[in-house]
């Protein structure tokens, strides 16, 4: 079954590089990357276009969009029956590509855990400091799981997320009020309807650095509250989408 890995660069040129050969090594000859470039003003592309891999199709956007309609762009291009998203600075972990293509065939949406790449350790909660764990034993509490999104103690990230093809006309096109956080979004949905598989074991290593588009540090309360009042916002959609 051909898997899509989905990834929106933005002046990544530092990290890139080590990201996609650690995800090529994973693919299968009918897999595929479909890079959606954000306007980067560095050396991104240039270094991704070097790696001469057929499996890489990098579509450029002349204007920057941020992050969560560069990753939308992505997913709307993706060929593949499983769909995976990828960040541009982290590294996977051998066996990535066959624990999720087969959790996100049998449920619809899986997500996976994931371990820092310095230390091999989990991320810890910027609220309760305690590693962020997902467990299989509670895929299906659907009502638990989005409270608990809402309560930001979840580790639903993106880059450790697979989605099967016949979800994404649910997925997309991403809330127009969606200003971050499209991973919490597609977990609100899975949840929501019911398909949303945890897997065990971790399946990225999650690079820590100052560029980070979501951020392991506490936000300020008005941040939260606003970020809070998005994600209600999301599961009224989800409910929506789900009828």
């Not at 499996?55 to 941020?66: E, H, K, L």
């Not at 939308?72 to 541009?88: C, F, H, I, R, Y």
Request: proline letters at 6%.
């Amino acid at each position: 079954m051909p898997v899509s890995v989905c990834m929106a660069t933005y002046n990544g040129a530092a990290y890139v590089e080590h990201q996609l050969r650690s995800i090529l090594a994973e693919l299968h000859p009918d897999d595929e990357v479909v890079i959606v470039d954000d306007a980067s003003s560095d050396d991104t592309v240039t270094l991704i276009e070097a790696i001469g891999d057929e499996r890489i199709r990098v579509i450029r956007q002349i204007v920057n969009r941020g992050y969560v309609r560069t990753f939308e762009a992505a997913l709307s291009q993706a060929k593949g029956e499983v769909v995976m998203l990828a960040d541009q600075d982290d590294e996977w972990i051998p066996g990535r590509r066959d624990v999720l293509q087969e959790a996100a065939s049998a449920s619809g949406v899986a997500a996976s855990n994931l371990v820092m790449l310095d230390s091999g350790e989990p991320l810890r909660s910027p609220i309760t400091g305690r590693p962020w764990r997902l467990e299989p034993s509670t895929s299906g509490h659907r009502l638990r799981n989005e409270l608990r999104i809402l309560a930001g103690v979840t580790p639903y990230f993106g880059c450790a997320m697979a989605v099967r093809r016949d979800v994404l006309p649910q997925i997309l096109p991403f809330p127009p009020f969606l200003t971050e956080s499209h991973d919490l979004w597609i977990a609100t949905l899975a949840n929501r309807l019911g398909i949303m598989r945890h897997v065990a074991g971790p399946t990225v290593r999650r690079r820590i650095h100052e560029s980070n588009a979501s951020s392991s540090r506490p936000r300020a309360i008005t941040q939260a509250l606003q970020a809070r009042g998005m994600l209600v916002r999301a599961y009224v959609e989800a409910g929506r989408r789900s009828r």
